[in-house]
């Protein structure tokens, strides 16, 4: 009669977690304690030879402490393996965020007319580090070598 224990049964907790890898983690290095990876995700659209990652400062401004201020991060450095970050997006992943135009006000009484947009911003797209203010969100497009 064949054997329903295709790799052997494994006796206690301590033996399995002894023969096997039960970390891994793929940062290079950890991220500044007030930083998130809210998301990593293969871009289905670029035929699997990007990925989407969300980068996500977790503290507002408000907060009275140490871990309320600006994380700077590169994202170019923050995987190991062979990537370049070919751009920043907008917050949904699919737009570049360097097309975005941007609608600029002042905190005073005189308000911009909505039909009054300014140029498109430019990013830097991840060739330098960047600093994340107090629950600021960054995504980029990782294209992999």
Do not use: C
């Not at 977790?58 to 995987?79: G, H, K, R």
Request: no cysteine; glycine share 6%; aromatic share 8%.
């Amino acid at each position: 009669m064949p054997s329903l224990y295709f790799l052997g049964p494994i006796a206690t907790p301590e033996n399995w977690g002894s023969s096997r890898t039960t970390l891994y983690s793929a940062l290079r290095e950890p991220l500044p304690p007030n930083l998130h990876l809210l998301a990593l995700k293969t871009d289905v659209g670029q035929r699997w030879g990007s990925a989407i990652v969300r980068l996500q400062h977790i503290y507002e401004a408000a907060a009275a402490n140490e871990m309320a201020q600006p994380a700077t991060v590169d994202p170019a450095a923050l995987f190991a393996g062979d990537y370049t970050v070919s751009e920043e997006l907008e917050l949904s992943g699919v737009v570049p965020a360097s097309s975005v135009p941007r609608m600029e006000w002042t905190p005073s009484e005189t308000v911009t007319p909505p039909w009054v947009i300014p140029a498109a911003r430019h990013t830097r797209a991840g060739k330098a580090p960047v600093t994340l203010g107090p629950m600021g969100l960054k995504v980029y497009r990782l294209s992999f070598v």
